[in-house]
């Protein structure tokens, strides 16, 4: 998950990296339940003359259900990500064609966050970033964004070091000594 060196300026750290939350794959995986389902009682039911035919049919139809409503969901929630350095806020996303925005953090004049209830229950929120020349970027579905967002803050005010720590601990690394720069 971790962004390309080669996008990244010179000195510039990259204090967090984070896909989405998890929770976009919940209908995918219950359209593959389904897909499967649906298929294996079809397999079941078709009558004994269809037979030799009837399977190849069954099984494109699962083969392109499961492509369209489990596999590419899959792989946009995998391409999905949201990285935070010591000068910026990178998105990225697409499978084929990628799709990226940059925003400086000395161009977010706010940073708020949302939590619906489904939200509070999974862990995870939309981080609301502020400019003044641009329409909000949102962050939607980012995992434990009470946490994201107090590291932001920290960024904003200046505290590399306190960032970089809170870093670690949202991420289970093992607290690192870093200069402020």
Aim: with cysteine; hydrophobic share 45%; glycine share 6%.
């Amino acid at each position: 998950m971790a962004i390309s060196r080669k996008i990244l300026g010179k000195d510039e750290r990259v204090i967090l990296s984070l896909r989405t939350h998890a929770k976009a794959l919940i209908v995918p995986v219950l359209a593959l339940l389904a897909i499967l389902a649906v298929a294996a009682l079809a397999v079941m039911v078709v009558p004994d003359s269809w037979r030799p035919w009837s399977y190849w049919v069954i099984g494109i139809a699962a083969a392109l259900g499961v492509v369209a409503w489990f596999v590419l969901p899959f792989l946009r929630w995998s391409t999905s990500t949201y990285t935070l350095t010591d000068r910026r806020i990178i998105t990225r996303r697409g499978i084929l064609n990628k799709t990226g925005h940059d925003v400086p953090l000395s161009r977010i004049n706010n940073v708020t966050y949302d939590r619906s209830i489904t939200d509070r229950v999974l862990g995870c929120g939309t981080l609301v970033f502020t400019t003044a020349a641009e329409e909000p970027l949102r962050l939607p579905d980012v995992p434990k964004v009470e946490r994201v967002h107090v590291i932001v803050t920290e960024l904003l005010f200046g505290n590399t070091s306190g960032a970089q720590r809170e870093a670690d601990e949202f991420e289970g690394r093992e607290t690192r000594a870093v200069s402020d720069e």
